[in-house]
């Protein structure tokens, strides 16, 4: 049985009465998990649409205007599209009397990944080696760490109270990512290199926003509620080593990516960024789908996942000099890897949970038993 709480005041009082009027438009016979798969294609295409005006992160930077400025106009439409639609899913499933423990997992699953997407394209806007008002790369990865972290917390917290707390910070994120592209629309790329108060630039109050609601707000959070539901006497887990569990793999999976981006003779981050960034992301996604579904099936996850341990050679490999020149390359073939492996999985996950639950992936009809 699902179980979600939101508190936050931004959707509970203006986003919710907005997703609601929306919902009543949908029609019927559209499968809740078409909806969401619709907004990831849409993030999707968005991002490879940034990608070809701005491969290493630099076309904001060293010469604004390389990205077209309907391409910001287009990334505020999709990101809008794809909030809507993945805060109406749900809702149109109750609606339609169609939920079903695949489409929690389709949609959270879909979610680990579009987590990534969603903050690697939009740092095309801020650029990259732009003096106070860019990024660096390793800025980059850390920005992308955080965020990451803070969804493995609320789905570790669900995994241990049997309840899924939405953070506050996933409203408020796409909020102001559709207000930075409307923003860099309307006004260029030029607005975000230049201090708009006290000398600070835009991109710092990013940071002070995201690392406040991180670090100070969900984690907190997190722990407070676990710490509640132990009190109360409510959570799924009794054992310390079981409801710490869940953590191992992605932690090592971080510290393994960050040996490499720090260890790293050829400066790998700084090469091939959105290459690098895009490979963390997905590997993430992998990783916590694994925990996504024990935390549904009450079920132990695995102490290592499998992604680990080709991690570990292809990073000692990298360290130590064994690749030398060929490094990229190996980053290249490594992503395309996993890439493909995790598309697989989703596929294979998907269709078996269709036949056991006797219903279609995109489509509200019946499968005929056999």
């Avoid at 510290?255 to 960034?277: D, E, H, M, Y």
């Avoid at 099936?297 to 102490?303: A, Y």
Wanted: charged share 10%; aromatic share 16%.
């Amino acid at each position: 049985q699902y179980s979600a709480v939101d508190t936050n005041p931004l959707s509970v009082y203006i986003m919710q009465p907005i997703w609601n009027k929306i919902m009543k438009i949908v029609p019927l016979w559209i499968a809740p998990n078409l909806l969401t798969f619709s907004g990831f294609l849409m993030i999707l295409v968005n991002y490879f649409l940034i990608s070809f005006y701005d491969w290493d992160y630099t076309a904001s930077g060293s010469s604004p205007g390389l990205v077209p400025s309907w391409v910001w106009l287009f990334s505020a439409f999709t990101t809008f599209c794809a909030y809507a639609l993945d805060s109406i899913d749900g809702k149109h499933a109750r609606r339609t009397q169609s939920s079903t423990p695949l489409g929690e997992l389709f949609d959270h699953g879909l979610d680990s990944w579009a987590t990534s997407i969603f903050l690697l394209s939009f740092f095309s806007v801020c650029s990259r080696g732009n003096g106070k008002a860019g990024l660096s790369v390793h800025t980059m990865y850390i920005y992308l760490s955080i965020v990451l972290f803070n969804f493995m917390c609320s789905h570790w917290e669900k995994y241990n109270t049997g309840v899924l707390f939405l953070p506050w910070g996933y409203d408020i994120s796409q909020v102001v990512l559709i207000a930075a592209y409307l923003l860099t629309s309307a006004a260029g790329v030029e607005v975000w290199q230049k201090p708009f108060l006290f000398g600070y630039y835009i991109t710092d109050a990013l940071v002070i926003l995201l690392i406040g609601f991180s670090l100070f707000l969900s984690f907190p959070q997190t722990l407070y509620n676990i710490h509640r539901a132990r009190l109360k006497k409510t959570l799924k887990n009794d054992s310390l080593y079981e409801g710490l569990l869940p953590l191992v793999s992605p932690l090592l999976l971080f510290l393994l990516l960050t040996v490499w981006v720090v260890l790293s003779p050829g400066n790998i981050l700084a090469k091939q960024p959105r290459l690098f960034l895009w490979m963390v992301g997905v590997a993430f996604s992998n990783v916590i789908c694994k925990v996504i579904i024990c935390q549904m099936s009450s079920t132990q996850p695995e102490l290592f996942h499998w992604f680990l341990f080709p991690l570990a050679l292809v990073v000692y490999a990298a360290i130590s000099g064994l690749l030398g020149w060929t490094e990229e390359a190996v980053l290249a073939a490594f992503t395309v890897l996993i890439t493909a492996a995790h598309v697989h999985y989703g596929v294979c996950v998907g269709r078996q949970l269709s036949e056991h639950l006797n219903i279609y992936i995109f489509s509200l009809k019946k499968r005929v038993q056999e």
